[in-house]
């Protein structure tokens, strides 16, 4: 029963990653748009936890791979992850695991700050690995247009989803969806 529960919220959770990812402002100097994929990618790893966000991720990142259009500007296809943006849909998947270890050791709010800070941090840096690999950007140009715009709105993104990730865990907890553990 609890498998069970839980494959329907990695699905449900990457179903809200493909909506947030048509959230999406293209950028004239980045082949990186912005989007509200990492905000996404916060609530996943936060309520989901470690290994279940990463399912849930990695769903999303391969339902795109066959073709469905889920990632930003309905587009889908195995060119995204080969492509200059495929770095950052890898670093979903780790930067959500990241998250969730921490978040299962305790959510307290400076755990899940850290958490989501660490998870940025690998987002960015195998978004950036791509964009040198790929694209032949050397790392300080790949710095500036993968990572440097981002960031303002990334912290942003990161205390809205800490303030919506510890409501949602609260309220799980108190319905018994997911155990009682340190604050």
Known sequence: MKSTRNLILSGLFAAIMALLAQISIPLPFSPVPLTGQVFGVFLVGAIL???????????????????????????????????????????????????????????????????????????????????TLIIGMTLPKALIAGVLPFIPLDLV?????????????????????IPAGKA
């Open 157 to 177: 993104k990161l205390f809205a989803a800490v303030a919506v990730a510890m409501q949602v865990r609260r309220r799980l907890r108190v319905a018994g969806l």
């Open 49 to 131: 936890g470690a290994r279940w966000g990463a399912i849930s991720l990695f769903i999303y990142v391969l339902l795109g791979a066959i073709g469905l259009p889920v990632f930003h500007n309905m587009q889908g296809g195995l060119h995204m992850i080969v492509g200059p943006t495929g770095g950052y849909l890898w670093g979903f998947v780790l930067g959500g695991y990241i998250l969730g270890r921490i978040v299962e050791q305790s959510d307290s709010y400076v755990n899940m700050v850290a958490g989501m800070l660490l998870c940025l941090l690998a987002i960015y840096a195998l978004g950036v690995l791509q964009l």
